[in-house]
């Protein structure tokens, strides 16, 4: 009988290193995408605040931008032409700001005259507290003899007035407020032509249908949230200005604007709110007592709308993380203040619906080994056939 050729291991042993090559020309790729993006992440913050000039207009564009593409494609789909139907759709967002405003910066203005008076109130309130607990600060004092601490100095810093800040802020606010809106509306305008490139400028068709579906999932997440979330900010600033005007307290449709306004900041927008209707009301009020009505009565409205009604309306596709939007808050306010506050929820959920199809990092279980992103160069060497 013939021998049977010995069975050689050289198919599978070369798998094998190509397997372990794939690995670590993976890991090292995704070492260098990970240390890219944090570089990214901790030097934007003053490449962005620094030109803020030139950054801050074009993200609030591309943003606006976002949500204005479906009342352009609606206005568009009823017969006006493009260019009409972007300026339309620029035009009615410019008039709700401009309204809004006007609803909420009038009655404020007429209330700073009043002002001086409500600190005087609050600080009498107060002092009638402190009256109550003076054998705290009795005590205090004593401590203090104990351990001879001597009296500090307080250094006041002279600071520009309220006009004088406006007056040097107001060109500068004006610029960007007329760049943002040319933006927008050249952005708005040639939203077709950008879905034409992204269809039919990829090499292949499936690039093409991914291009389509991440442009439609990022317009379609960012507008659906910024319009549900206004109507039910809209509701509770009805709500609030009804409760206001019960209560008696002075301009309730300012209080109802503030509090729509406010509401758009997770978390922060509800606290400011919280300590603006406490501060009025004890500066107002006979007593404390009274004088915190109106924010106990806010602070439970917002309990049922942030754990009851948004919810229930949003669903579970626009649940995000509350840490990371924590985060989006603190970094955006950091480059940009108010205005990147405001901006730091939407851009979260841009980025958001890219991450969804481009595929989340796995930011911990790269740490131990596991792969940063989906294991593609894995998977195509699995697949190949032994040489």
Do not use: C
Not at 25 to 54: D, H, K, N, Q, T
Not at 196 to 201: T, V
């Amino acid at each position: 009988m013939e021998e049977q050729p010995p069975v050689t291991e050289q198919p599978t042993q070369g798998r094998a290193r190509r397997l372990a090559f794939a690995e670590q020309e993976l890991r090292l790729i995704s070492s260098l995408v990970l240390l890219i993006g944090l570089g990214l992440f901790f030097a934007l913050p003053f490449v962005l605040s620094i030109g803020s000039v030139v950054f801050l207009p074009v993200v609030t564009a591309l943003v606006l931008t976002v949500i204005l593409s479906p009342l352009a494609d609606k206005l568009n789909g009823w017969g006006l032409p493009n260019a009409l139907a972007s300026l339309v759709s620029l035009v009615v967002f410019f008039a709700i700001l401009l309204l809004s405003g006007a609803l909420i910066l009038q009655p404020a203005v007429a209330l700073y005259d009043d002002l001086p008076a409500m600190v005087q109130q609050v600080m009498a309130r107060f002092g009638e507290v402190q009256q109550r607990f003076a054998w705290v600060a009795q005590i205090n004092d004593q401590l203090a003899m104990l351990m001879n601490r001597e009296g500090e100095r307080e250094v006041v810093l002279a600071t520009p007035s309220l006009l004088e800040e406006l007056a040097f802020a107001t060109p500068s606010f004006v610029i960007e407020t007329v760049l943002t809106l040319l933006m927008t509306y050249f952005m708005v305008e040639a939203r077709v032509r950008l879905r034409q490139r992204l269809l039919f400028g990829r090499t292949s068709f499936g690039t093409s249908i991914k291009a389509a579906r991440v442009l439609r999932e990022v317009q379609d997440r960012v507008a659906s949230y910024i319009l549900t979330v206004g109507w039910i900010n809209a509701m509770v600033g009805v709500v609030v200005a009804l409760g206001a005007w019960a209560m008696g307290l002075g301009a309730p449709i300012m209080w109802g604007g503030l509090a729509a306004l406010l509401n758009f900041l997770p978390y922060v927008g509800p606290i400011v709110m919280l300590a603006l209707l406490s501060l009025f009301g004890i500066g107002t009020a006979d007593t404390i007592f009274l004088g915190i009505l109106p924010a106990l009565a806010y602070l439970a409205l917002h309990t049922i709308e942030a754990n009851f009604v948004t919810p229930s309306i949003l669903g579970a596709r626009f649940t995000m993380n509350p840490v990371l939007i924590l985060i989006a808050l603190s970094y955006f306010s950091w480059i940009w203040g108010v205005f990147g506050a405001l901006l730091s929820v939407p851009i979260l959920l841009m980025l958001t619906a890219l991450f969804d199809h481009i595929g989340r990092p796995n930011l911990v279980g790269f740490i131990f080994g596991e792969p940063l992103f989906a294991n593609d160069l894995l998977v195509e060497a699995e697949g190949e056939p032994d040489a």
